[in-house]
């Protein structure tokens, strides 16, 4: 890559600094000024995808609970445009590295990484070394994306990637810091293995503003990719339209929505510790939709049509194990009401999205495993 002058001279006053008289060696300043200008078109990226969130802003007033209303913008613009998926990841945990194989097919190579987080992102090729926040953080959804200068087309390479808490994260790493491969490996020595969902996607072009998986980005969703990419999750392609974010647990929570069709209601909740019910509608007064233990992992319930859904998250502990929500749903709405009822609101963190679908219907089709897991498929 070229160096712009302004970059040498920063180098240069830089190893002037304290009189040390050593002049900068051409490889130091080749090294150096790479560092320089990744850390700038990172903190511009990270910068404009913020101030597009911002930009873009639609509030949403929603009645019922202490929650806040999202001030999250329908899709995160980056300045690069979209390009072609050549790979991607999804993991449900933070702490461990990751190493993500691609063949660049031109000069240009993008990444992002989502998190439900809020954590940090480290990603390592060659000599290069990025790190962002990411995540949900201070009422933004923040995602990590650069350009790996060190991919060369036709070229098979290995990206390293991990995701770690923020407290986690020396103090002497910052946003403005320019890391070495020896400080990833430092902070990596340092993670602890832990629940945490996160994705990473690598294209060929710009930086993709429509590859976040929409159980991550809860309060934006995701679009249809104009390359035909779908999204990590195996999603359908969905915008939200009510979204909240709360403080306290062992209480009712309604969120009233007006969806036109088919879409999904997702529940996420800081700890592991903790268990999400959800009613149907905003009264919430008929059978129960789902019972489940909420984490990083989050709880949704895929509906046909609704005005909204209601919503409690308590302690795991405080349900008793074994208790049967499933095979009598007004039952376990009556248990799960019940349970509520008898604890006291307590502080805790936790958020709830109301997304619609964009994929017409008639082309989605649902299966279930022996599990009971869900996996999608779309016809053309």
Not at 114 to 139: K, M, S, W, Y
Not at 171 to 191: G, H, M, N
Not at 276 to 298: E, K, N, R, S
Request: hydrophobic share 35%; net charge neutral.
């Amino acid at each position: 890559m070229t160096h712009t002058e302004h970059d040498l001279r920063e180098l240069l006053a830089a190893r002037s600094e304290g009189g040390s008289g050593g002049a900068a060696r051409l490889e130091e300043i080749v090294t150096r000024g790479r560092r320089i200008r990744r850390r700038r078109w990172a903190a511009a990226g990270t910068l404009a995808a913020a101030l597009a969130v911002v930009a873009g802003l639609t509030p949403v007033l929603l009645s019922g609970g202490q929650g806040r209303a999202s001030n999250i913008a329908a899709s995160v613009q980056t300045p690069q445009g979209e390009g072609v998926r050549l790979a991607g990841v999804r993991l449900a945990n933070v702490g461990r590295k990751e190493k993500v194989s691609f063949t660049p097919r031109s000069g240009k190579t993008s990444y992002r990484v989502n998190c439900a987080g809020p954590v940090q992102t480290f990603v390592r090729l060659g000599d290069q070394v990025d790190h962002g926040r990411c995540g949900n953080e201070q009422g933004r959804e923040w995602s990590t994306f650069g350009k790996l200068e060190e991919a060369r087309e036709g070229v098979t390479v290995e990206v390293e990637v991990f995701t770690i808490p923020t407290s986690r994260v020396p103090a002497d790493i910052t946003a403005e810091t320019a890391l070495s491969r020896e400080d990833f490996d430092r902070v990596l020595a340092l993670a602890e293995p832990g629940p945490g969902l996160w994705e990473i996607a690598i294209h060929d072009g710009g930086v993709s503003d429509r590859s976040c998986s929409p159980d991550i980005c809860l309060h934006s969703g995701t679009l249809p990719a104009t390359k035909g990419e779908r999204n990590l999750a195996g999603l359908p392609n969905s915008h939200t339209i009510e979204s909240r974010r709360f403080k306290e647990i062992n209480k009712r929570f309604r969120v009233k929505a007006d969806p036109s069709g088919q879409g999904s209601v997702y529940v996420r909740c800081e700890g592991a510790d903790l268990y999400a019910f959800i009613w149907p509608g905003a009264t919430g007064d008929g059978v129960l939709a789902v019972a489940q233990p909420c984490g990083a992992m989050p709880v949704n319930w895929d509906f046909q049509s609704t005005d909204g859904a209601t919503v409690a998250v308590v302690p795991r502990e405080r349900v008793p194990a074994g208790l049967d929500f499933a095979s009598d749903l007004e039952k376990g709405a009556d248990l799960a009401r019940e349970i509520v009822g008898g604890l006291t609101p307590t502080p805790g963190n936790w958020e709830v999205a109301v997304q619609q679908w964009d994929d017409p219907p008639s082309k989605v089709k649902k299966s279930w495993s022996s599990d009971g897991k869900v996996t999608f498929s779309f016809e053309d």
